[in-house]
């Protein structure tokens, strides 16, 4: 089992609508949960971080985090085509220097 | 903002020889990692460091070694390169405590012909 699981796609929504975007992992001590976009032939960029159950929201952007149910997911509202790229999800690790494990990523486009 | 700056976007170099990846970070930075990324493979951790001289293997260190002799700086050495790590290679940073972001340079796209 991998220690953190995304769909991979491609995942597809018109503009305005809500892109739901999900990840699981395993390890139940993990605290801290990541966010970041990678569009294509780009680096990971980070854009939303949340540590404690419930939703956070920045924006149109909304993270959801159950630790109950080992589940993190992000909320894109009034999606726009330059939301399209790939969304990779990150839990840290208990051990090691602030490792983190990710997922290898949901690809979202986002039809105009 | 913190800035990961890697020394090269794109690369390319014969198969066999010693290659060089440098990466430097301004925000005072504990931590220092070093990734691959393959199509479908995900990130892939190389090595990473916590401290200046100090260094731990991830999950693929096999082909590669690094250096830190300064806190802001991390290097990756292809000891002799080969067309399997033909990859995109991107260096990340963040604070020591737990919990933190890691943030990540503009990556290098390296070829081995």
């Known amino acids: 089992q991998k220690e953190v699981e995304q769909n991979s796609g491609p995942l597809s929504v018109p503009e305005g609508a809500i892109a739901s975007l999900n990840c699981t992992y395993s390890d139940r001590g993990s605290q801290s949960f990541f966010w970041y976009r990678q569009y294509s032939g780009k680096s990971p960029e980070l854009i939303m971080f949340?540590?404690?159950?419930g939703d956070k929201e920045d924006g149109r952007f909304t993270a959801q985090l159950n630790k109950a149910s080992q589940y993190v997911s992000l909320l894109i509202r009034d999606s726009q085509p330059s939301d399209s790229a790939t969304y990779l999800c990150a839990v840290n690790h208990q051990t090691g220097a602030n490792n983190l494990f990710f997922g290898t990523g949901t690809r979202l486009t986002v039809i105009p | 903002d913190v800035k990961v700056t890697q020394s090269s976007r794109y690369l390319v170099k014969r198969t066999g020889e010693k290659v060089f990846l440098e990466c430097v970070q301004d925000m005072d930075h504990e931590n220092m990692f070093w990734y691959r990324q393959d199509p479908g493979l995900g990130l892939r951790l190389i090595y990473f460091s916590y401290d200046v001289k100090m260094k731990e293997k991830g999950d693929i260190p096999e082909g590669y070694s690094v250096s830190r002799e300064k806190k802001e700086r991390f290097s990756l050495i292809l000891e002799s390169a080969s067309t399997n790590q033909t990859s995109m290679y991107l260096c990340?940073?963040?604070?020591?405590?737990?919990?933190?972001?890691?943030?990540f340079g503009d990556g290098t796209r390296l070829s081995i012909l």
């Open positions: 949340i540590y404690s159950n």
């Open positions: 990340a940073s963040s604070l020591r405590q737990m919990g933190q972001p890691q943030h």
